[in-house]
Nanobody, 119 residues
Framework: QVQLVESGGGLVQAGDSLRVSCAASGRTFSSYRAGWFRQAPGKGREFVASISWSGDNTYYEDSVKGRFTISRDNAKNTLYLQMNSLKPEDTAIYYC????????????WGQGTQVTVSS
């Protein structure tokens, strides 16, 4: 079992940077694949980025490539999403998620943190 708690969201201006974090509890987080998703007002939840348990492999949705960086510190049981050059269309609730490596879907979700980018 893994519990996830996001933090670090807020209101920023277009072009600014922001880092959101996700603190995980449970001994198994370091062996789990993890990711970030987001949900904008009136839209469905969409994939943003994911990272393997070791941090060696990362994947990004096309619209955030080159601007966002996903990373993890397994010693601290923490997942990060560094967001640079933010755009108003990045406004959304950002969720972290985790799952065992053999699973195709994410089993554990945080409650989300709001990121608002003003133009």
């Amino acid at each position: 079992q893994v519990q996830l708690v996001e933090s670090g969201g807020g209101l920023v201006q277009a072009g600014d940077s922001l880092r959101v974090s996700c603190a995980a509890s449970g001994r198994t987080f370091s062996s789990y694949r993890a990711g970030w998703f987001r949900q904008a007002p009136g839209k469905g939840r969409e994939f943003v980025a994911s990272i393997s348990w070791s941090g060696d492999n990362t994947y990004y949705e096309d619209s955030v490539k080159g601007r966002f960086t996903i990373s993890r510190d397994n010693a601290k049981n923490t997942l990060y999403l560094q967001m640079n050059s933010l755009k108003p269309e990045d406004t959304a609730i950002y969720y972290c998620a985790a799952t065992a490596m053999h699973r195709k879907t994410y089993d554990y979700w945080g409650q989300g943190t709001q990121v608002t980018v003003s133009s």
